[in-house]
């Protein structure tokens, strides 16, 4: 996997991201709304119909409810998994979302063939805390949570984050360990002197001949699979050249495929184009020009998918209208209809376990 250094050019750039989607049946829930309401309170419900696109931090107690945790892939890459449970007493999302977690540990065997936890086997959640006024998450962890190479570093606090902030009411992420608050990880110095937000990105890449001091980020969604042919999704936050429109910028990324054609597919080939792209209210109009797409076929869903995770990803939008040569009666081939402007949908990679 291709890395940097780079730590907060996200933040910096003013790059808007939005938590991710919580995870559930198939790679895109039949579920897929046309309207995303406003964040909810953390003791909101997210199963009583309400779609925010988020998990709830607080969710109903004895009932099964799907949680979305970032697992590490055969490839090296964290990729956001459903996973059903059982929350008990008062038991927190994101308290057993993170125990979830831990390598090795009690719930090792409902994790997925080809996919690991990343925080360091033997750790406990000493303590979880959500801040609802300052949407912030504290989590304090046991000894074990420093026994780990450096190398392991980033991608520990990547999953944390990303984790975490998949839930209703979380933007930003605390760390403690053993009763102390970390201003640094304690193995290879990873910064934490402010709180952690998804601007760190994700599976970091670099574009060819990109300068770090002179670049924006912009987190794009390719595809992979498991032994099984499983098909998932992989969030890549990729260092391009600064451009003039970043959310332009990043459908041309998401078109000119990934940097790593080994382990990760393409979801759109090279000779689409970007026709225009607009942002009113909370959407995004993506238009785009594709000489082999004829009126009435059906696009390919796995391109649909990936285009409004993507655009929603780096804008902020609630929403996002995809029109193909102009056209707006877009149905993908599994009869979805984008015809209406589509928001982030409940659910993505439920995987078999």
Not at 100 to 129: R, W
Not at 240 to 256: D, G, H, M
Not at 270 to 289: A, C, G, P, R
Request: hydrophobic share 35%.
């Amino acid at each position: 996997m291709v890395q940097t250094k780079w730590i907060r050019l996200a933040a910096i750039s003013g790059v808007m991201v939005v938590p991710l989607l919580s995870a559930g049946c198939g790679l895109f829930s039949t579920e897929t709304s046309k309207e995303i309401d406003p964040p909810q309170t953390e003791s909101t419900n997210v199963l009583d119909g309400t779609n925010t696109g988020q998990t709830s931090s607080v969710a109903p107690q004895g009932e099964e409810t799907q949680l979305t945790v970032y697992l590490e892939d055969k490839n090296g890459y964290l990729a956001p998994i459903s996973l059903l449970t059982t929350l008990g007493g008062k038991e927190a999302a994101g308290q057993k979302a993170l125990e979830m977690m831990v390598d090795g540990g009690a719930y090792a065997s409902q994790l997925p063939e080809d996919f690991h936890a990343v925080i360091p086997q033997g750790t406990q959640i000493k303590s979880y805390h959500v801040d609802p006024q300052l949407k912030m998450a504290t989590v304090e962890f046991s000894a074990p949570f420093a026994d780990y190479t450096a190398t392991k570093e980033r991608e520990i606090v990547e999953a944390i984050t990303w984790t975490l902030t998949a839930m209703t009411g979380i933007e930003k992420v605390e760390l403690w360990y053993e009763g102390s608050k970390l201003s640094e990880m304690p193995v290879d110095g990873f910064p934490l002197d402010r709180p952690l937000t998804r601007s760190i990105g994700i599976n970091l890449e670099t574009a060819d001949g990109v300068s770090s001091a002179y670049s924006t980020p912009v987190t794009l969604y390719f595809s992979s699979q498991t032994s099984n042919e499983e098909q998932y999704y992989v969030p890549v936050t990729r260092l391009i050249t600064r451009p003039e429109s970043t959310v332009k910028a990043a459908v041309e990324e998401l078109i000119a495929g990934p940097l790593n054609r080994k382990q990760l597919n393409g979801v759109m080939t090279n000779d689409i184009q970007v026709t225009s792209i607009e942002q009113k209210d909370d959407t995004v109009t993506v238009d785009l020009q594709d000489t082999a797409y004829e009126s009435g076929q059906n696009a390919p869903a796995e391109m649909l998918q990936a285009v409004v995770l993507s655009v929603t990803e780096n804008t902020g939008a609630a929403k996002v209208q995809i029109r193909l040569n102009g056209e707006a009666n877009v149905v993908d081939d599994q009869n979805t209809s984008y015809s209406e402007p589509v928001g982030r949908p409940h659910h993505v990679n439920a995987m078999k376990s």
